[in-house]
């Protein structure tokens, strides 16, 4: 499920837009508005892909470590089981000493059972800890990146859109601020990359 952006522009009206000027009257100018446009539209789509394959794939890494911190909490409930019942069998055990008994073996076996269940227990919950955190720290980095994947389509997409009001008014100086802008959300592309 890919968490949505916000409003888009809608690029496909804006290229017909642009393609009908060029047709109207076909100048140099909104030739290369043409092209650096669909250049952008282009690399506004893959930015878009990646914003969202990034924030699934932190999604379900997010859910991986919410599985691993449950089955810890459960070794942790278990390891505390096990202490408690260490702590019944030594009463009992100090209750037949008190009597001036001698406590049944199993009682002692049963006691270092217990302790070595519970030290099983612990490393087990600590390992799901360990796993759940490094589950975290991915997940966190590919939001990270998300974000820079996002910020590049939010700039693309107002590049293109100047791209077309180049296009409507035929100024190269909106043109060039349609590049700049490009050139910003490109920047935030690579960035996102290769981080």
């Not at 506004?44 to 932190?58: C, D, F, H, P, Q």
């Not at 449950?70 to 260490?86: F, I, N, V």
């Not at 069998?89 to 006691?111: F, G, H, M, Q, Y």
Request: charged share 25%; net charge negative; glycine share 6%.
């Amino acid at each position: 499920m890919a968490v949505p952006e916000g409003p888009e522009v809608d690029t496909d009206k804006l290229r017909e837009t642009i393609d009908a000027e060029i047709e109207r009257e076909g100048s140099k100018l909104l030739r290369t508005v043409a092209l650096t446009t669909a250049i952008l539209a282009a690399l506004a789509a893959i930015a878009s892909l990646k914003a969202g394959g990034t924030v699934n794939e932190a999604l379900a890494l997010k859910t991986e470590a919410n599985r691993l911190q449950t089955e810890a909490s459960d070794q942790w409930a278990y390891y505390q089981a096990k202490g408690l019942k260490t702590t019944v069998t030594e009463v009992s055990r100090n209750t037949w000493i008190a009597l001036d008994k001698t406590p049944p073996e199993d009682l002692a076996k049963n006691e270092e059972r217990y302790a070595e269940d519970q030290r099983k227990s612990m490393d087990k919950a600590k390992e799901l800890e360990k796993q759940r955190d490094d589950k975290n720290a991915e997940s966190d980095h590919l939001m990270h990146r998300h974000h820079f994947f996002a910020q590049s389509v939010a700039w693309l997409q107002v590049s293109i859109a100047l791209g077309a009001v180049a296009a409507l008014t035929r100024k190269g100086v909106v043109w060039a601020g349609s590049v700049v802008l490009g050139l910003a959300g490109a920047g935030f592309f690579a960035y996102a990359f290769f981080a």
